[in-house]
């Protein structure tokens, strides 16, 4: 008598930030290894936590009780994006002094900021600083007018792709003091 290969149920596929982590899972048999090994917490459990740095099709191979096999294939996908907030207040309250950017997977930047007279205020080429830290609203030490300001922002991701916000480079901040 010839035994039906197991019937694989599996994740969905995934879409996951740089550097966040999923747990994908198959069920269907007794046995459990996936491919490929790398951004697995463990291959050979039905349910491991993946961390993959690029996009990655893992493919799991089932085996029941009875030695037959059967596979399936879950894809988490690394989703490298950016938003940039269209206003801020630098008034020292505490709350929301800082323009920066936020996104994931962003490995350089380049952001400038031009003040209503086409004067550079402000500018960075380091993905701590912009995402993290940010521009305060001042110029030489003296803080800027309220007003709108034109940022420039030229960014790629972890696998080389230009990052965009709003399908454009540039855009408007505006300060409320």
Not at 9 to 26: L, R, V
Not at 144 to 160: F, Q, R
């Amino acid at each position: 008598m010839v035994s039906p290969v197991p019937i694989v149920s599996k994740s969905n596929d995934i879409i996951i930030g740089y550097q966040e982590n999923t747990q994908i899972w198959a069920s269907g048999g007794s046995q459990y290894k996936w491919e490929p090994a790398n951004g697995l917490d463990n291959s050979s459990i039905s349910s491991p936590i993946a961390s993959p740095e690029t996009t990655t099709a893992y493919s799991v191979f089932v085996t029941d009780m009875n030695g037959c096999e059967s596979s399936a294939q879950v894809t988490v996908s690394i989703k490298n994006e950016v938003f940039v907030p269209n206003l801020f207040t630098p008034n020292g309250d505490g709350k929301n002094d800082y323009f920066m950017i936020f996104g994931t997977g962003i490995a350089k930047i380049n952001l400038r900021i031009y003040s209503p007279e086409g004067i550079l205020v402000y500018e960075t080429s380091n993905v701590e600083e912009a995402t993290k830290n940010g521009w305060d609203g001042t110029y030489h030490g003296k803080p800027m007018g309220a007003g709108k300001y034109l940022w420039v922002l030229e960014a790629s991701s972890t696998d080389g792709k230009p990052l965009i916000f709003n399908d454009s480079n540039k855009g408007i901040i505006t300060i409320l003091r």
